[in-house]
């Protein structure tokens, strides 16, 4: 897939016919999956070349002054993500307070119509232009292009979206949230160190930084997989404060990879969130945890994670 930066002041009007879908796309979920399903369809129905357009960064960090907004994905898993459903060409449109200020009619003019869209796909509650006054209805009577709107895409007769997903996690609801993204939710950070409290009892743990700012699911243990140089490990994951033996005043990420043996300090590794296993608890000795430790250790070795993978959203 090749990858366009695109400013409101350097688009080159040389860009390929195309057949495009528009959005922020966080998560790159199963509804904004279907968005890219019906433009590589129509793409191939009218000759036209498969794009997707979508900003960076996100726009409320322009329009409310927001700072550190976590994000299910970031830029660069979001790109990857959109790779991977087959767009040939992604324009990445820098957003800033002067594309904002932009009414729908200046929107159109100024960005969709010279990036030479003949077909635009969105949702249904897609809005442009300044204060979103540009409505998805409103696309359709352009003469500039077709326009499809796709409806919702429902998970338990409600809609899918991303702050539906963040909510999931934050609550624990690991399972819940990979139905809705079609893959398991992760973390991609760096092996940083630790205490090495969780060595001295047989429960070696990788504490990670995460490379970005992600939403983060609530404090709980969870069954998942680490991948790790091109490897992956079933893993005892911990996201909490260790408030039995080794406090911390921050949430802190951990996990313990089943059957891995080295070193794990500096290296890249992603955390993928499978199911919730147990909430966080306070233990009384180290035995009273190593004791836990060794059952949910049982349970995440018994999970059929293949099992999970197929479950997704058709």
């Known amino acids: 897939m090749k990858t366009e930066y695109i400013d409101l002041h350097e688009i080159k009007d040389v860009y390929p016919a195309a057949s495009a879908c528009i959005g922020y796309f966080d998560g790159v979920h199963k509804g904004h999956q279907k968005l890219m399903e019906r ?8 000759k036209l070349t498969a794009a997707c357009i979508t900003f960076d960064p996100d726009p409320w960090v322009v329009l409310k002054n927001a700072k550190n907004i976590p994000h299910l994905t970031s830029v660069k898993e979001r790109i990857r993500l959109i790779e991977n459903t087959g767009i040939e060409v992604l324009y990445l449109v820098r957003f800033t307070k ?14 969709l119509v010279p990036l030479n869209i003949r077909h635009l ?12 006054a540009g409505k998805a209805e409103d696309l359709k009577k352009e003469r500039a292009f077709d326009t499809e709107v796709v409806g919702a895409v429902l998970y338990e007769n409600e809609k899918i979206s991303s702050t539906r997903i963040e909510e999931c996690l934050r609550k624990g609801e690991a399972d819940k949230a990979r139905v809705m993204l079609g893959y ?20 070696p743990t990788a504490n990670i930084k995460p490379g970005d700012i992600y939403v983060m699911p609530k404090p709980a243990v969870y069954a998942g997989i680490c991948e790790v140089a091109g490897k992956e490990y079933r ?15 921050d949430l802190s990420l951990e996990a313990h990879l089943i ?10 590794i992603t955390v993928r969130f499978y199911r919730f296993v147990r909430d966080e608890i306070e233990f009384s000795s ?19 994670f293949e099992e999970d993978a197929g479950n997704v959203l058709e």
């Open 235 to 249: 893993a005892m994951i911990n996201i909490g404060h260790n408030s039995s033996f080794n406090r911390y005043e």
């Open 98 to 111: 002067e594309l904002a200020d932009l009414s729908p009619a200046e929107f159109i003019e100024k960005i």
């Open 184 to 203: 398991p939710y992760s973390i991609t950070g760096t092996v940083v160190k630790g205490r090495s409290k969780g060595k001295t009892i047989g429960f």
């Open 259 to 268: 059957g891995f043996e080295g070193n794990l300090y500096r290296k890249k």
């Open 286 to 304: 180290l035995e009273e945890l190593k004791a836990q430790l060794t059952y949910d250790r049982g349970v995440i070795s018994s999970y059929s």
């Open 121 to 132: 796909v969105c949702g249904f509650d897609y809005s442009y232009g300044k204060y979103g």
């Open 39 to 46: 433009t590589l369809i129509a793409a191939k129905a009218k």
